[in-house]
């Protein structure tokens, strides 16, 4: 019998450690973030149900635990933005698979090079480090945290994953490859950066500046990115009324494919723009458009800290558009000012008709815009903004 290990660890080496020796035993592996209260760690199990949960201090075998298919190796709890978490399956043969994408977008050298893992490993992001390390066996480190201080510590490390807010934590130079996990326009960026897009489900990027890496197909159907690849989750692991199928929902058509719930495009080079997600799109007055086409345009022109555009519920237009801002210290930015930027630019209905001040803009661990938390944010608090 298969079982699944739940790992509550701190991030370090011995993370890696208990992922070995639970394949060793040909067991797979759910992480829990460390970070979460006892209550959503426990809600986490329950919906799981591991057979094993190791702490740094203990080692306690479950009630009621579910075996997992032969050849499974992770799983890996999606955001649950939509509601619970989902439980994405990886065997053995996806994380291969995306350990050899990788690399060869890459040139790894698995003699040489030495992998840094200092961003979340309760994530793809973070988590695919190590993973794709352990399988290759190339040199890695795990550090507790993308702080400059930490990274300089560590001497020959060259290749490194980290979200675009912690870039400056590096001297870009230095290093063979760095690995962002969020898509970003790159063209400013130097040529060993690689913005990536990819979901759980991926198991992280598989478009690597805007272009899908070797052996992954993506496509447009009806607006929505689709994506087939090798390192595709096998299946989910729902937990319905305290029942779980150790097969699984494979969330995929027969064919392979995986519709991802993003818009995108292609341009005129073939290049794949995200546009955002289905759900995130704004519809004012009849036209609709995708948070992250403003945003854009207002982040370019650097004239605030941090933008996000959002929405609340108007009786005339259906969505008031509301601009979200951490402005620059000790400057300051009008409602018209971001008006008339973006009226030169962009279709009038795009126009915020509201400003709001943030000191920070919430965010996931991995540095992902938080948007249902923002428009919470502006539902409940009154709003200061100019009209």
Not at 344 to 372: C, D, H, Q, V, W
Request: hydrophobic share 40%; aromatic share 6%; net charge negative.
């Amino acid at each position: 019998m298969n079982n699944l290990v739940a790992l509550d660890l701190p991030q370090t080496q011995t993370f890696a450690d208990a992922i070995k020796e639970a394949w060793n035993n040909e067991d797979a592996v759910f992480v829990i973030d460390p970070r979460l209260s006892q209550t959503e760690k426990q809600k986490l199990l329950e919906r799981f149900r591991p057979h094993t949960l190791i702490r740094s201090t203990s080692k306690e075998h479950l009630k009621h635990p579910v075996p997992v298919m032969s050849g499974d190796a992770l799983l890996v709890a999606t955001s649950g933005t939509t509601g619970q978490p989902n439980g994405a399956i990886f065997t053995f043969k996806s994380l291969m698979a995306s350990r050899d994408l990788v690399h060869a977008r890459l040139n790894v050298d698995i003699k040489n090079d030495h992998f840094l893992a200092c961003i979340p490993l309760a994530h793809v992001g973070g988590l695919g480090v190590v993973v794709r390390s352990i399988l290759s066996n190339v040199k890695f480190t795990i550090l507790e945290s993308p702080k400059r201080a930490l990274i300089e510590s560590v001497e020959d490390a060259n290749i490194v994953s980290l979200v675009y807010s912690v870039l400056d934590q590096v001297d870009t130079e230095m290093w063979k490859a760095i690995v962002l996990g969020a898509m970003k326009t790159p063209d400013s960026l130097g040529p060993n950066i690689f913005t990536t897009y990819g979901l759980t489900e991926t198991f992280g990027g598989v478009v690597y500046n805007n272009t899908p890496l070797e052996g992954v197909n993506v496509r447009i159907i009806n607006g929505l990115i689709e994506i087939k690849s090798p390192s595709l989750l096998r299946s989910y692991r729902n937990n319905i009324n305290g029942t779980i199928d150790e097969e699984g929902f494979d969330p995929k058509t027969k064919d392979g494919w995986f519709s991802t719930g993003d818009i995108g495009e292609f341009d005129a080079n073939g290049k794949l723009r995200v546009l955002g997600r289905k759900d995130d799109s704004i519809n004012t007055g009849g036209e609709t458009f995708f948070p992250s086409v403003v945003e854009n345009v207002i982040a370019q022109a650097n004239i605030v800290k941090e933008i996000v555009i959002s929405s609340v519920r108007d009786e005339t237009y259906g969505e008031r558009v509301v601009a979200v801002i951490v402005p620059f210290e000790n400057k300051s930015v009008t409602l018209n000012d971001i008006k008339t930027l973006v009226a030169s630019k962009l279709p009038s209905y795009m126009k915020p008709r509201e400003i709001i001040e943030f000191e920070s803009i919430p965010k996931t661990a991995l540095g992902k815009i938080m948007r249902n938390e923002i428009k919470a944010l502006i539902r409940s608090d009154p709003l200061t903004a100019q009209t």
